[in-house]
């Protein structure tokens, strides 16, 4: 029978990790990483609304600068240097991002308004509340990422815990294979690939994703174990074989 496996039958973390686990814990981190930028930006902001001071600033360049996204879109940003003297301070510089519409409406060598930190004059708002208006967007998205990692981390817990509990206690069979076939999913520039299979009752079963190395030496009509769980069948290549 091909698709028996030698190896120590997989844990549920290494299930988890095998089922798309990797996935919940990059995205765990993403949301760290967004949510300590924004409470950042929402000290920034505070500095900026409690300490901020205005100044008149002269435009020295207009300029843009492109970004190819990974879809092959042109994203343009929009920028200007300007340059101010802080009370009591030096001339200083910024070169800055701003809106398109901010862009459109000054000239170089015309002057505009920003807003600057007395002890660090480097630190300027050329928009008022730009730092308040980006911590607010940082923390809905990371509230909207939250829901969607809880989903996540339910979805994919719930199916290595299934698969477990199928290798421990669920009726074991042989199945035959009926195809290897492409999913629509790749990771690192290769394609996964799932293997087919169809049951005695003649129902499909599919494995999850593997490479094509993985799963290139079956053909149609081999055998293959399976355990069925309480809602779905699952390979013994997949979750490991249960002791004899």
Request: glycine share 10%.
């Amino acid at each position: 029978m091909t698709g028996e496996i030698g190896q120590r039958p997989p844990s549920v973390v290494q299930l988890f990790l095998k089922m798309g686990g990797w996935f919940v814990l990059v995205l765990g981190g993403l949301i760290l990483l967004i949510s300590v930028v924004g409470q950042s930006n929402f000290k920034t902001a505070e500095r900026f609304e409690n300490e901020g001071r205005l100044a008149q600033a002269e435009v020295v360049k207009k300029y843009t600068s492109e970004h190819r996204e990974p879809d092959g879109d042109i994203e343009i940003t929009y920028r200007l240097v300007a340059q101010f003297t802080p009370t009591g301070g030096d001339l200083t510089k910024v070169d800055r991002s701003v809106p398109r519409s901010f862009y459109d409406d000054v000239e170089e060598g015309g002057r505009v308004e920003l807003l600057y930190l007395p002890n660090q004059p480097s630190k300027v708002e050329l928009t008022r509340g730009a730092n308040r208006a980006g911590a607010t967007f940082l923390s809905r998205l990371s509230l909207v990422l939250g829901m969607i990692w809880l989903v996540a981390l339910w979805v994919v817990g719930r199916w290595a815990v299934a698969g477990v509990r199928a290798r421990r206690f669920g009726t074991r069979e042989e199945a035959l294979v009926s195809e290897v076939k492409q999913s629509m999913i790749t990771i690192n520039g290769r394609a996964r690939f799932r293997l087919v299979w169809v049951d005695a009752q003649g129902r499909e079963g599919t494995s999850l994703l593997h490479v094509w190395d993985d799963l290139a030496h079956f053909k149609t009509g081999d055998r293959v174990m399976i355990y069925h769980g309480v809602k779905r069948s699952w390979w013994a290549g997949d979750i490991g074989t249960r002791p004899e």
